[in-house]
């Protein structure tokens, strides 16, 4: 692929950038990162702690609703969540494997285990679809905000929902988040799929019922192509991955119940005792809007690093060329084709590389290969499976404390070897309980040279 004229330019100027269009392996460090009291009243103005303590709320009244749609959340009360479990096994076959050190204690927040969707988008994608559900309800006079959301189930609900149309365009599990729960609301729905989303993930949404409008072409285009079908239809409502602050709030709510997970494991965090967390990056949204989540919970004692394939970092140069959602990885050479098929998004949110812009404290990226690795290593030491998209976090604990951009992060940030050995470092399990057992199968044994 050409580099563009711009792109040429800016990658002439920045040695990071050059690695990047050269797709080697990088820890791109944020230059805009600020101290959290600096973030915090500008932070406030677009989302407020009040707007996520809203959507927290929204998510306890829609939970009787969610526990009798979906009885495999039971056992939460119909809220859902993932668990978070430590991974010393793993720790240390990453430390045996690449000889780089991994100070303190690595968890695995298993949102790849999320009920209902399977995928880090069960917060995001439902939380949109049930504040949409609402605001329709109660603008019909058919709902309050407190009556048992159970009466949603009712015939009744289900026909007045079916006059509706919910569409959206996703690599996958966007589409399969979106298009289950809306399909359980009764809501019609469309979900328009990139080249990229795996053939299993359009088989199983077509199971529940869902349209699946396919493209030949990549993300951007399915997304502009379904927000195109549904401006034109005034029954239809478009969930769109690149601009919305209501998925951006479903994600945010992560943090809260991270915090409560936490405690009750006994893990303090402080400054002196740091989260750093890893979280694969697509387009944004779910990374964007945990890591947002998270430092308005623990401020300056979190740090939030994501995690991008080398073939695909569409967030790391929305933020490193302040171009936002111009960008696109094809400028500058990148033909964004990755095994990582959740993480395949040509061009970031402008949203999140905005509101995020000063918060997030780097990005890393990853070669296809060791998504694979990552996997078997994961499998093998912990007996937990998780898609290879999700498996680009585990790059972060891995190059943070041994390459020099991580070293000069951690001594700018006065995260010495006292303070690291207390640290507490998540892997963000993005998504992989859908993925059928005869896929499995073949990413269990595939290797990429
Ligand atoms: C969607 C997804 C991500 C990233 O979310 P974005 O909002 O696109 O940044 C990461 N991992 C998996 C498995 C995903 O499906």
């Known amino acids: 692929m050409a580099i563009k004229e711009y792109a040429a330019k800016l990658i002439e100027q920045d040695p990071t950038l050059k690695e990047i269009a050269e797709q080697k392996e990088t820890l791109w460090i944020n230059p805009k990162y600020l101290p959290f009291e600096l973030t915090d009243a500008v932070c406030q103005l677009v989302v407020s702690d009040a707007d996520i303590a809203d959507a927290e709320a929204r998510l306890e009244r829609f939970a009787p609703f969610i526990r009798k749609c979906f009885p495999e959340t039971e056992c939460t009360n119909g809220i859902i969540e993932s668990p978070l479990k430590p991974i010393p096994e793993m720790q240390k076959a990453l430390i045996q494997a690449t000889g780089s050190p991994i100070s303190g204690n690595l968890f695995l927040?298993?949102?790849?285990?999320?009920?209902?969707?399977?995928s880090v988008k069960a917060r995001g994608g439902i939380y949109e679809v049930l504040k949409h559900a609402e605001d329709l309800a109660i603008a019909a006079g058919k709902l309050s905000e407190t009556d048992n959301y159970e009466k949603l189930c009712s015939d009744e609900m289900r026909a007045f929902f079916n006059q509706y149309t919910v569409q959206v365009g996703s690599t996958g599990n966007l589409g399969l988040s979106i298009g289950i729960s809306s399909a359980a609301i009764g809501f019609k729905v469309k979900v328009?799929?990139?080249?990229?989303?795996?053939q299993w993930k359009k088989d199983l949404l077509r199971s529940k019922g869902v349209e699946v409008i396919e493209y030949a072409d990549d993300y951007s285009k399915a997304?502009?192509?379904g927000r195109k079908l549904s401006d034109a239809d005034p029954m239809s409502y478009f969930v769109d991955d690149e601009k919305s602050v209501?998925?951006?709030?479903g994600y945010a709510v992560a943090a809260s119940r991270l915090k409560k997970q936490l405690e009750e494991q006994g893990v303090v965090v402080d400054e002196q005792h740091p989260l750093i967390v890893y979280i694969p990056t697509g387009v944004g949204g779910a990374p964007g809007g945990v890591a947002y989540g998270l430092k308005r919970v623990y401020k300056n004692a979190v740090h939030c690093?994501?995690?991008?394939p080398t073939l695909c970092p569409s967030v790391l140069l929305g933020f490193a060329t302040n171009l936002y959602e111009k960008?696109?990885?094809?400028?500058?050479?990148?033909?964004?084709?990755t095994e990582a098929d959740g993480l395949a998004c040509a061009s970031p949110s402008g949203f999140v590389t905005r509101i995020d812009s000063n918060l997030v404290s780097g990005d890393f990226t990853i070669e296809d290969a060791k998504l694979y690795d990552f996997m078997r290593m994961l499998h093998t030491t912990e007996d937990v499976l998780i898609?290879?998209?999700?498996?680009?976090?585990?790059?972060?604990p891995v190059h943070l404390e041994s390459t020099e951009a991580g070293k000069a992060y951690l001594a700018k940030q006065g995260l010495t070897a006292d303070v690291l050995k207390n640290a507490t470092h998540i892997c963000w399990a993005t998504g992989g309980r859908l993925v059928p057992d005869e896929v499995w199968k073949e990413y269990l044994v595939k290797t990429i040279k």
């Open 109 to 118: 927040k298993m949102d790849s285990h999320l009920a209902v969707a399977g």
């Open 387 to 396: 898609e290879p998209s999700s498996c680009a976090a585990f790059i972060g």
């Open 223 to 225: 997304v502009a192509e």
């Open 327 to 337: 960008v696109n990885v094809h400028d500058f050479g990148i033909d964004g084709l």
């Open 305 to 308: 690093f994501f995690a991008e």
């Open 246 to 249: 209501n998925l951006f709030l």
């Open 192 to 198: 328009h799929m990139s080249a990229d989303a795996r």
